[in-house]
């Protein structure tokens, strides 16, 4: 049975039956073609198509693998041509290959006959080739590497795996096998599996194939932790070289072929992968897990710290050594169980998010701090929990300043509250914006009835049209607004209000915002109203006294006010300071001469009844003085002076009352020289 399968495996090669057939190898993140993997195919003309497993083996026993290789290669090389040329090809290397020293001139030859270029070529290695006869495997891997050919390390996994091989032999690729990947959506450790031979060739910057990729849940998986190509019946199964062409219209993207290799220098000047590698990932992420300023900790399902960074040791006044590996109630015993709640939602999926948590701080003045925490599930490729993920924010400053805010807005409602006026803002064409409860508690009309031209409707009818045209004319000119008009109180009666505003302006000079008050001025007005009728009674009584009056202000002396019965007696009608200047002063009014007797009475003016009342502060009077008028003609008069005092005993003016004491002077002047006339005649007789 050999010898017949032997010969039949011989006439296939001779008549081309064993052809090559191409399977997909998509990139993971894009989902555009890379490449394809090339599987030998028999296409037997009885028992149809045959799969590799089942004649590899035979062709190696019987001698006809270099047969069997060549004819492949041409065939492949042959098909690459109408593969566009920045895609790979990747065949497969077998253990009696690779122990075959002519095997890399042969694969040199068929590429230079069809001109194929060796850097498109991955060959691609089992560890088991490897592992059977390590030093022809190493000789044979490193010639096919020199010569262009880039190397992939196939079933990484599953054979013999040695770590030593990465580290001898120059490989490009490691492939994570099938048979982990197909298990990876129901087993957790063939998902840690693929997890780990992703991380390994990310730290050796090994592209990193995954087979067997069947469904989009597991390429999200595969996405997830990093892997970068995929391969398997999700991106299509292989195919023969006439279907090339289908594929290739149906996943291909216009792209930049692959550039040559060049060196660590010039590998700079190419543009950054839209993302990172694994490893590239954590040390980014190690980078801002210390250098934001927010607290950051990792905890596992045991809450025990596995990682915390800087910032977080810091708001525990601990180092970070102190946190790893110890539990979070034996770290912070008085914080734990206020965050064990939202750690337990977490651990079962839960996320919480910005809560404020108030506690001692554990330093030596124990002062409180409030905290800004949000604990949010950690879930590994297969979204299952695995820790928890806390971030801290300390907000202890901010919370201060809000309640320092709110006290001052508490103090400034207060203030508004109680203060008499109203509060009110009005924007620049004078509808209302704003005003202070007050308004409805005096008027009874809401503030959002009140807004924009509603208080009107509190106004009196009367007082409508003139507090409109007022306020327009404001509008208009800008000028601070001031008016008063009446409202209708919710107790009835209507209340006289002064209404004042001011504008605010911006940069560029308009009005922005009025800001005003209204307060209530009817007892103000009540007030003033009494004042005037009491004055208007005083003036009457001031008018009607038979005794002129003159009123000045201390300290000047100047004349505010005097009755008609005093410009009467002094005959003057000149502005009442002009009747004081004259009475405090040395004046011809009251001089008849430079040697009379007038003269002498009045010579200082610490002599005359208004100067010593309001200078010395005590009453004088009734003094006589005889006074000469501007025709000629003299007049006795008397006065007396007091003065006026405030309520603490500051002279603040002085009164002068004025008599015409002229005829009752003149009468007992006549009187005297009668009875001088006779009492001469009577000394005389």
Not at 331 to 356: H, I, K, Q, W
Request: hydrophobic content about 40%.
């Amino acid at each position: 049975m050999a010898a017949e399968d032997a010969n039949d495996l011989r006439r296939a090669l001779e008549k081309n039956e064993i052809i090559p057939y191409f399977q997909p190898l998509v990139e993971l993140r894009t989902g555009l073609l890379s490449g394809f993997e090339v599987l030998a195919r028999w296409q037997h003309p009885v028992r149809g198509l045959i799969p590799p497993n089942d004649f590899i083996p035979l062709a190696e026993d019987t001698g006809l693998n270099g047969q069997l290789t060549g004819n492949l290669l041409r065939a492949v090389f042959a098909a690459a041509k109408n593969i566009p040329d920045h895609l790979t090809l990747s065949v497969n290397i077998s253990l009696t290959q690779l122990t075959d020293f002519s095997l890399p001139k042969h694969i040199r030859s068929a590429a230079e006959q069809a001109s194929f270029p060796l850097n498109r070529l991955i060959l691609e290695i089992t560890e088991s080739a490897l592992a059977s006869n390590t030093e022809h495997a190493y000789r044979i891997a490193t010639e096919l590497k020199e010569q262009g050919s880039r190397l992939a390390l196939d079933d990484f996994g599953t054979g013999y795996s040695s770590l030593r091989h990465l580290q001898s032999l120059p490989f490009d690729e490691l492939k994570i096998d099938a048979s982990f990947v197909r298990s990876m959506g129901h087993t957790r450790e063939s998902r840690k599996i693929a997890a780990a031979i992703v991380g390994l060739g990310n730290s050796l910057s090994l592209t990193t194939v995954a087979e067997g990729v069947e469904s989009q849940t597991i390429a999200d998986m595969l996405l997830w932790l990093g892997c970068d190509l995929g391969q398997g019946w999700l991106y299509g199964r292989p195919v023969p070289p006439e279907q090339l062409p289908e594929v290739l219209a149906a996943r291909l993207d216009p792209a930049p072929p692959i550039p040559e290799p060049r060196s660590p220098a010039a590998d700079s000047t190419l543009p950054l992968r839209l993302e990172a590698l694994p490893t590239q990932r954590l040390a980014q992420l190690n980078a801002i897990y210390d250098g934001v300023p927010v607290g950051l900790c990792f905890v596992d399902r045991n809450l025990r710290y596995v990682s915390v960074n800087k910032r977080l040791a810091g708001m525990h006044h601990l180092p970070v050594a102190a946190h790893l590996g110890r539990y979070i109630s034996e770290v912070m015993p008085t914080v734990f169980p206020l965050c064990e709640p939202y750690l337990l939602r977490a651990l079962n999926g839960e996320a919480s998010n910005d809560l404020e948590i108030c506690y001692p701080d554990p330093n030596p003045l124990n002062e409180k701090r409030t905290h800004l925490i949000s604990f949010h599930p950690a879930r590994d490729e297969a979204d299952e929990v695995i820790g928890v993920s806390v971030s801290v924010v300390d907000i202890t400053r901010r919370k201060q300043a809000e309640q320092a805010l709110a006290e001052s807005e508490d103090h400034y409602r207060h203030t508004v509250e109680l203060n008499p006026q109203v509060p009110w803002t009005a924007d620049p064409d004078g509808m209302i914006l704003d005003a202070s409860q007050r308004w409805e508690s005096l008027t009874g009309l809401s503030v959002s009835d009140s807004l924009g031209t509603g208080w009107i409707r509190a106004l009196h009818p009367d007082d409508v049209k003139p507090t409109s045209r007022i306020w327009t004319e404001s509008l208009r000119t800008g000028r601070p607004l001031d008016v008063q008009y009446r409202i209708h109180r919710v107790d009835g009666a209507w209340r006289w209000m002064r209404a004042r505003a001011t504008a605010r302006r911006g940069k560029n000079g308009k009005i922005i915002r009025w800001y005003g008050t209204v307060e209530d001025i009817n007892d103000q007005r009540s007030a003033e109203e009494a004042l005037r009728r009491s004055e208007a009674r005083l003036k009457a009584v001031f008018d009607a006294v038979p005794v002129g009056i003159v009123i000045a202000e201390a300290p000047d002396g100047r004349v505010v006010m005097s009755n008609p019965r005093a410009e009467e007696i002094l005959r003057s009608t000149e502005a009442a300071p002009a009747m004081i200047d004259d009475y405090c002063k040395e004046s011809i009014s009251f001089t008849p001469g430079p040697n009379s007797e007038a003269t002498r009475n009045i010579d200082q003016d610490h002599d005359h009844p208004l100067a010593k009342a309001i200078m010395g502060g005590k009453s004088i009077g009734p003094t006589e003085y005889l006074r000469f008028h501007s025709d000629g003609s003299s007049a006795w008069i008397s006065l007396t002076g007091a003065p006026v005092l405030d309520p603490d005993g500051k002279v603040s003016g002085g009164v002068v009352a004025i008599q015409d004491i002229d005829e009752d002077k003149r009468e007992m002047q006549r009187l005297s020289d009668l009875n001088t006339v006779l009492k001469i005649k009577l000394e005389t007789h």
